[in-house]
């Protein structure tokens, strides 16, 4: 199968799925679903390393490719994570070049990196020697969710090793003064992700974002190629509310839910 760098690499498009629950039994029936990816949360979720092992065994087990949102940009986790078999990596928080040349270093072996071998895990996975495979195939995902990421957006994307960049909506949001959540009624909140895409496109770097799946045709349509449809909590609410709505006799309406 395929890796997503592979997939952006042929110029195609990815949905994803996210997961904030730690359980394997979760992880392997969102990947079973048929997203592109599955995302496991380790910064806003109630996942830990342990349960990441499981996590990422039960991804691979129901056909789907495990990336990990760390909780912060720093080497020891990156490193544990890629090392349990994360195919990629979402990075929170990269506002300047400075913090995404880490981020980068965090993922690559010398001489692109500082990551330390040792993929006691991951290496019995993969086709060839894991070292080599890793150069080709590991995704290094910044996020650029604030203000001042987006000002610093060219110097960030010029950094080398950057395979994509996730927008966090709400951080986003909340540095534009407007609150948590999509603003789409804000014109500087769709000027800020247009921008971000524009920028990830002239450099052939995948820009990606959270949204939900009423959100995914428009942040296609806007140029994003790595777009997350829904997570397990947001999903398992939806549909219990109108499963609930429905028992009870009521017109059950459209709903976008909320991704952050």
């Not at 544990?80 to 070049?97: E, F, H």
Request: charged residues 20%; contains cysteine.
């Amino acid at each position: 199968m395929e890796t997503l760098r592979q997939i952006w690499n042929d110029g195609g498009t990815t949905l994803g799925g996210w997961v904030s629950v730690p359980s394997s039994v979760t992880a392997e029936a969102v990947a079973r679903a048929g997203f592109d990816y599955v995302c496991i949360d380790t910064q806003h979720g109630a996942v830990e390393y342990s349960d990441c092992v499981s996590m990422i065994q039960a991804v691979l087990l129901g056909g789907g490719r495990p990336i990990v949102r760390v909780p912060w940009n720093e080497p020891g986790i990156i490193g544990k994570m890629l090392d349990a078999g994360a195919q990629g990596v979402i990075i929170p928080m990269i506002n300047t070049v400075a913090e995404a040349e880490a981020a980068v270093r965090a993922c690559r072996y010398a001489p692109e990196g500082a990551r330390s071998s040792g993929p006691t895990l991951v290496g019995p996975r993969t086709d060839r020697p894991y070292f080599e495979w890793a150069k080709d195939n590991v995704a290094c995902i910044p996020m650029i969710e604030t203000i001042e990421a987006v000002g610093n957006l060219d110097d960030i994307l010029a950094v080398s090793g950057i395979d994509a960049v996730y927008v966090g909506p709400s951080d986003l949001s909340i540095t534009l003064g407007l609150g948590p959540g999509n603003h789409d009624e804000a014109p500087e909140f769709l000027e800020a992700l247009d921008t971000i895409a524009a920028g990830c496109n002239a450099r052939g770097i995948v820009a990606g974002i959270h949204a939900t799946g009423a959100l995914t045709p428009d942040r296609l349509e806007r140029g994003y190629r790595m777009v997350t449809v829904t997570g397990d909590l947001q999903a398992m609410k939806l549909g219990m509310d109108a499963e609930l709505d429905r028992a009870r006799g009521n017109d059950v309406g459209g709903s976008s839910g909320s991704m952050y």
